[in-house]
């Protein structure tokens, strides 16, 4: 019940997240599922998660208070020497916590899974971009997988593969987010606003880009049916079929 994107650009990083937890009929909450990590000047650091909620706020909390005093309580992601090693002190964290179910049996163990993305960059690096599975391995994001997207992924990626391109910019990313989100959001009720959003813009260290998008929010109602329209017009201009 969690839809997160992140995304590779030319310009930089871009994240987004919904917060429904829960989709019962009578059990809606939701919870943040996006946090960051910023050393103004030197480093910016964004997490998404998606799975068993214990699990990943155990991961969040974990990660949280080793950069309360990252001299003494190691390993830190803010100490860590390059994202590659940041993705790493994540992945094995989560692996950590997962693995402390193996003795209810692997039932319990599927029970406890998450996934995770984590992103940013480290002053005199590049942005780079990790897609965490519960093991603890990894994979990151390139040129033939500049996306990642965990949690309930198949209505929202169509749009994405069909109009993601490198050197958008962040304002055109966005509003590909948006509609990837209200996609999603139509076809599955364990997906919902508010939604979170992070910009990471290559080398600035010091600005941070973030919003979230309310219930009702101006500017998503006007995507999600502008996007509708379109479609309609769209669907309208095709060849009609003749049997």
Not at 93 to 105: A, F, P
């Amino acid at each position: 019940m969690t839809y997160c994107v992140g995304m590779r650009l030319n310009k930089g990083l871009v994240f987004m997240s919904d917060t429904r937890t829960n989709a019962g009929v009578d059990d809606i909450s939701q919870v943040r599922k996006m946090r960051s990590w910023h050393v103004p000047g030197e480093r910016v650091i964004t997490l998404m998660s998606a799975g068993n909620l214990a699990t990943t706020q155990a991961v969040v909390s974990l990660l949280d208070e080793r950069t309360k005093a990252p001299e003494e309580r190691h390993p830190s992601i803010l100490a860590a020497p390059s994202m590659f090693a940041v993705a790493t002190i994540v992945g094995e964290t989560l692996r950590q916590i997962v693995m402390r179910h193996n003795d209810e049996g692997p039932a319990a163990e599927s029970l406890f899974r998450a996934s995770l993305i984590v992103g940013g960059q480290i002053k005199g690096a590049e942005p780079r971009l990790f897609l965490v599975y519960p093991e603890g391995n990894f994979i990151e994001a390139g040129e033939d997988n500049p996306f990642f997207q965990i949690g309930e992924t198949k209505y929202g990626r169509p749009i994405i593969v069909r109009s993601y391109d490198p050197a958008m910019s962040f304002e055109d990313a966005v509003k590909l987010l948006c509609v990837s989100f209200d996609s999603t959001i139509r076809a599955n009720a364990g997906v919902d606003l508010p939604i979170d959003l992070k910009v990471h813009e290559r080398d600035d260290f010091t600005t941070v880009r973030e919003r979230r998008f309310e219930r009702n929010d101006p500017y998503f109602e006007s995507v999600a049916d502008g996007w509708a329209e379109a479609l309609g017009i769209a669907l309208a201009e095709l060849p009609d079929f003749h049997f």
